[in-house]
């Protein structure tokens, strides 16, 4: 990389990562904590509060997309990154579970992220796109971990309200970060040569991707409403149980350092993204296997989990990182902002899609009928992708 193409990696991976540390450090608390509001009794009321912010991002991805397109990255980051910090500020203040949900429907209309990929896709060259998307991804999953560890002490000592003063606080961060740190963005990012919006439409390529971060997230969501009882049944106490996750994830980084930036310099992308997406398939089936062992699989303890997570997360990241570098590949570079905000809106979607039937799922067929869910799904994926095609080189400048 060169120093520019750093710069923008870091700076912009930190600003998913601070952004996404507030909203990570909330959620293993927040079901506990809001049944202290005003109507916090209702579960209904204190599910739509939790999870009204997946629904407002997907609304509105496209939307900042496209304006990132027309009127540049750099300004809808900023505008984002304040209205998702209006959000966290008014969920701080919140006496009632109404004002929490008010607050976290505003945070997910800070939706940035098609925005900040496509900056990073702009200020960086296709040989080195997916190493800085996995930077990108690497803050996802290391602010997850760190949020599963912090939460808790945190919620003791200043309580939801200030998790949430927090999070505004770390995206008001991020708005420095963007104007004062990330690099200028390239003057014909904002092209005036414009796509046509049928043209996403019409690459085949880019469906597959859509779909497949649909799936991805999907599955993800989905297997976590059964795997921490799984642990729990291996005889991992839930507030350990991040000394499962924490290890699988820095683990998964160094694997996907060692395999897929070297498949990538080799043109081997395509098999990178096909291996990643069979990772996944095979924890899908490792899953459901040791749930139809029943009580035998709480006898091996949990090695056999945390191998599974391991290779789960070495296929999570490698997508995270190369599913966004083809589709900014694929996507005319007048369309980008917009590709990549129909992407991510897949992805709020499918996040939305996991919980929900994930949850109806285990209710009931149980865990067993949940994962063959969720191994079905994986294979569909890995037969759609297989028609996935090497970009061009350079990408598509039109």
Not at 73 to 96: C, H, N, P, Q, Y
Not at 218 to 227: D, E, G, H, Y
Request: charged residues 10%; proline residues 6%; glycine residues 12%.
């Amino acid at each position: 990389m060169t120093p520019t193409e750093r710069r923008a990696s870091f700076s912009l991976a930190s600003i998913f990562g601070l952004r996404l540390l507030g909203l990570f450090l909330v959620l293993p608390v927040f079901a506990l904590e809001a049944r202290r509001y005003p109507g916090g009794d209702d579960p209904a009321l204190v599910g739509l509060a939790m999870g009204v912010y997946g629904l407002t991002q997907a609304l509105l991805q496209i939307p900042f997309g496209i304006a990132s397109d027309r009127f540049g990255r750099k300004r809808v980051i900023v505008i984002g990154l304040l209205v998702f910090a209006a959000g966290s500020f008014i969920a701080a203040s919140a006496d009632s579970l109404a004002g929490l949900l008010i607050g976290r429907a505003l945070q997910g209309a800070g939706a940035v992220s098609a925005a900040v990929t496509a900056l990073l896709a702009d200020l960086t060259r296709d040989s080195v796109r997916t190493k800085a998307m996995a930077l990108v991804g690497g803050s996802i999953g290391l602010m997850f971990a760190l949020a599963l560890v912090a939460a808790p002490a945190l919620s003791a000592h200043i309580g939801l309200a200030g998790l949430f003063a927090l999070t505004g606080l770390l995206a008001l961060i991020g708005v420095a970060a963007t104007r004062w740190w990330v690099p200028a963005e390239p003057r014909h990012a904002p092209g005036a040569a414009r796509g046509r919006w049928s043209d996403l439409w019409r690459e085949p390529d880019l469906l597959r991707l859509n779909f497949g971060v649909f799936a991805l997230h999907s599955v993800q969501l989905a297997m976590w409403v059964a795997v921490p009882a799984l642990l729990v049944q291996a005889g991992l106490p839930k507030e350990r149980h991040w000394w499962v996750y924490l290890p699988a994830v820095v683990a998964s980084f160094v694997v996907m350092g060692a395999v897929l930036f070297p498949m990538e310099r080799a043109g081997h992308l395509r098999a990178a993204l096909r291996g990643a997406v069979g990772l996944i398939a095979l924890t899908q089936a490792g899953l459901l296997a040791l749930a139809l062992s029943g009580a035998q699989a709480a006898a091996w303890g949990v090695a056999p989990l945390a191998a599974l997570l391991l290779v789960f997360f070495c296929g999570f990241n490698a997508l995270e990182a190369s599913q966004p570098s083809l589709v900014s590949r694929l996507a005319p570079a007048s369309l980008r902002g917009s590709a990549l905000g129909v992407y991510n809106t897949l992805q709020s979607l499918g996040l939305f899609a996991g919980g929900a039937l994930g949850g109806l799922a285990v209710k009931a067929l149980g865990s067993t009928g949940l994962f063959a869910i969720t191994l079905l799904l994986s294979l569909a994926w890995l037969a759609v992708s297989w028609g996935v095609k090497p970009p061009p080189p350079g990408g598509r400048p039109h």
